[in-house]
């Protein structure tokens, strides 16, 4: 099984731009697909990214995703931020009849 | 417009079967198009992938939970199920039930999420 790695938190000022890294432990990045979600306090998760670099339809343009075949990892970037935007971010990945989470990133916008 | 909801039992007794179930609205569970799956979340910690069924019954589960878990489905209730059997206080968790949508032959992220219990094991 493999693992997906994110920082534990990250912090930037408001309409400032961050990027979450989710660096993947074995097996390759590419070709098994990405995924974003982000969860609020008590709250569900809800996708903010799928396939790598797809938003869902009411997910705003300044979030976006992209893969790095080079470092092995994916990354959700978020420009403009907003405190709305302040929450938990998860990557997930599957591949080989396992799916799996990173860690979480907990973004704090201040 | 597709809706997961899970119910079940707030309270477990340790060494005692945990049992959810997850009742799916506005679509099929019998639907060829998507898997259905089980993730966890501890208190204060990330989301835990438990396991995941398809609709031809074939099951996958993490493997650090296999030897306790089944997931299930009920196609005449359109309902999912799972059963943690032999619980500690390390399976207290906000269980989640999700839909997994089946593009190019494989799958898709977990959307959408119902609103997650909160299973607590004690005595």
């Known amino acids: 099984n493999f693992v997906l790695t994110q920082p534990h938190s990250v912090s930037e000022s408001p309409g400032k731009s961050i990027i979450i890294s989710c660096t993947r432990s074995?097996?390759?990045?590419?070709?098994?697909?990405v995924h974003w979600f982000q969860q609020r306090p008590g709250s569900s998760p809800t996708t903010v990214i799928y396939?790598?670099?797809?938003?869902p339809s009411g997910v705003s343009d300044r979030f976006s995703g992209s893969i790095d075949s080079s470092s092995n990892s994916a990354s959700l970037s978020i420009s403009g931020l907003k405190t709305e935007d302040e929450a938990d971010y998860y990557c997930?990945?599957?591949?080989?009849?396992?799916?799996?989470f990173g860690g979480g990133t907990k973004l704090t916008v201040l | 417009h597709l809706q997961v909801q899970e119910s079940g039992p707030g309270l477990v007794k340790p060494s005692e079967t945990l049992s959810l179930t997850c009742t799916i609205s506005?679509?099929?569970?019998?639907?060829?198009?998507?898997?259905w799956g089980w993730i966890r979340q501890p208190p204060g910690k990330g989301l835990e992938w438990i396991g995941s069924?398809?609709?031809?019954?074939?099951?996958y589960y993490n493997p650090s939970l296999k030897s306790r878990v089944t997931i299930s489905v009920d196609t005449s209730q359109n309902e999912l199920s799972l059963k943690l059997i032999s619980v500690t206080a390390a399976d207290t968790a906000v269980y989640y039930c999700?839909?997994?949508?089946?593009?190019?032959?494989?799958?898709?992220?977990?959307?959408?999420w119902s609103q997650g219990t909160l299973v607590t094991v004690s005595s």
């Open positions: 997930q990945a599957y591949d080989g009849n396992n799916w799996v």
């Open positions: 074995s097996g390759s990045i590419v070709g098994n697909y």
């Open positions: 396939e790598d670099n797809q938003r």
């Open positions: 506005g679509g099929s569970i019998s639907s060829s198009t998507y898997y």
């Open positions: 069924i398809y609709s031809n019954g074939d099951t």
């Open positions: 999700a839909k997994v949508p089946i593009i190019a032959a494989s799958p898709s992220e977990f959307d959408p």
